[in-house]
Structures are given as structure tokens and as C-alpha cells.
């Protein structure tokens, strides 16, 4: 089975900011959409970002529109989020997930990663 873990978590002030990357452990993968999704205590796991197997492609959620940037890097398995202009509501456990198409839905992803704590302070 396909594993996916996630690194570049960590606390950071407000403004500041981070870069998150998902490696996959299967090459075989690598045309699938790549996704980050998040999820908060007491929350549902929301959108975060997407991309298409070739990069053409992205698809950012509303909230992190402008902030956020999602790449991939094919050759190495790798899917990359950068994370600029923090705000504290962004506090959550970010995931990485794998799928056959894009989409926002988390039910539309095979496969997820274990999840990198990303806290933001005031």
C-alpha cells in the first residue's frame, strides 16, 4: 500500500511562514492528484489544495487563496505546500492525501498521510 509522510510542521508566529512536503513511498503514483486537506480539534477535515498529476493544474480553498501554494515534484514522489502569511486560524493537522482526480471532497482520496502538527501564535 501506498504511504505518504509528511514533514515541515511546526509552530511559527503570525506572518510568518512554513513549507510542508509529502513524500510518497510509491512511484506508481506520481499521475495521481496530490491534496492537502486539514483538520482542527472539534473540526471537520476541510480543503486546503490540490494539483494535477502534471502541475497545469491547482485548485486552492478560499481561505488560503493568495497564501498558499501547492507544487509537486513528480521525480521525487513529492507534493510541497507553501505556507506564507500564517494566520492562527490555520492551526491544524495538516494531511497530504493521494486520489485518482481533483477534487476538494476528502472522500475523492485513496490514500492519506499520518499528518504534521502546524501551530500558529498571535
Known amino acids: 500500500q501506498v504511504q505518504l509522510v509528511e514533514s515541515g510542521g511546526g509552530l511559527v508566529q503570525a506572518g510568518g511562514s512554513l513549507r510542508l512536503s509529502c513524500v510518497a513511498s510509491?512511484?506508481?503514483?506520481?499521475?495521481?492528484?496530490r491534496a492537502w486537506f486539514r483538520q482542527a480539534p472539534g473540526k471537520e477535515r476541510e480543503f486546503v489544495a490540490a494539483?494535477?498529476?502534471?502541475?497545469?493544474?491547482?485548485y486552492n480553498a478560499a481561505s488560503v487563496k493568495g497564501r498558499f501554494t501547492i507544487s509537486r515534484d513528480n521525480a521525487k514522489n513529492t507534493v510541497y505546500l507553501q505556507m506564507n502569511s500564517l494566520k492562527p486560524e490555520d492551526t491544524a493537522v495538516y494531511y497530504c492525501?493521494?486520489?485518482?482526480?481533483?477534487?476538494?471532497?476528502?472522500?475523492?482520496?485513496?490514500?492519506w498521510g499520518q499528518g504534521t502538527q502546524v501551530t500558529v501564535s498571535s
Open positions: 492525501a493521494v486520489g485518482p482526480s481533483l477534487t476538494a471532497t476528502a472522500r475523492g482520496y485513496d490514500y
Open positions: 510509491e512511484r506508481t503514483f506520481s499521475s495521481y492528484v
Open positions: 494539483i494535477s498529476w502534471s502541475g497545469g493544474t491547482t
